[in-house]
């Protein structure tokens, strides 16, 4: 038992540091995400993407958890660790990619690439803080630990998904309109 509250402190304490050493500072990396949930035509934050991208990834989970008794065990922590180690990676080069889209003449296109870019970077992070958690909960055995980390991962995880279809689908434009262009 001691050791699961020792793994519970040092991971906080990781959390906190992520959160509040000026050299990582990643709060400000989410607030442009945020920045990203807004009405093109209002300039003003979407509620329905707030809804759709914070909320209902949170609700999700609560239910799967506390109505449906889903608790994310040692195999499915595992499969979980890989899955979002090979989403990290495959983002981080995709990133890579998208660089080269970044000084386009076209304002929409700078401004599409820039917020896919945001995005992207989110949801490395999230996948890398899913990744860790995952990796943590093998050496879990207290149920409500175990429950608010299956919260956790499962909210990060249903987040994530929702970050790359918005990434899917803003990529597509990205080169869509880059086509049109070549076409003419």
Same mark, same amino acid.
């Given at each position: 038992m001691n050791k699961e509250y020792f793994i519970i402190a040092i991971t906080i304490i990781c959390i906190l540091a992520m959160l509040f050493n000026r050299k990582i500072y990643i =709060? +400000?990396?989410f607030v442009e995400q =945020? +920045?990203?949930?807004k009405n093109n035509?209002?300039?003003?934050?979407?509620?329905?993407?707030i809804f759709s991208f914070i909320i209902s990834p949170l609700a999700l989970s609560f239910l799967m958890v506390f109505c449906y008794d889903f608790i994310i065990d040692k195999v499915l922590a595992e499969i979980l660790t890989t899955v979002f180690s090979l989403i990290f990676t495959l983002l981080f080069a995709f990133e890579a990619i998208l660089v080269s889209k970044k000084d386009s003449a076209n304002k929409v296109e700078k401004d599409v690439v820039k917020e896919t870019f945001i995005s992207i970077v989110v949801s490395s992070i999230l996948s890398l803080i899913a990744s860790i958690l995952s990796i943590i909960i093998i050496f879990i055995l207290d149920i409500i630990v175990l429950k608010v980390l299956s919260i956790v991962i499962l909210a990060l995880s249903f987040m994530n998904i929702m970050l790359l279809l918005m990434i899917i689908k803003r990529t597509f434009i990205v080169y869509m309109c880059d086509d049109k262009n070549n076409d003419k």
């Open positions: =709060i +400000k990396i =945020i +920045k990203v949930f035509k209002t300039q003003k934050i979407s509620y329905f993407d």
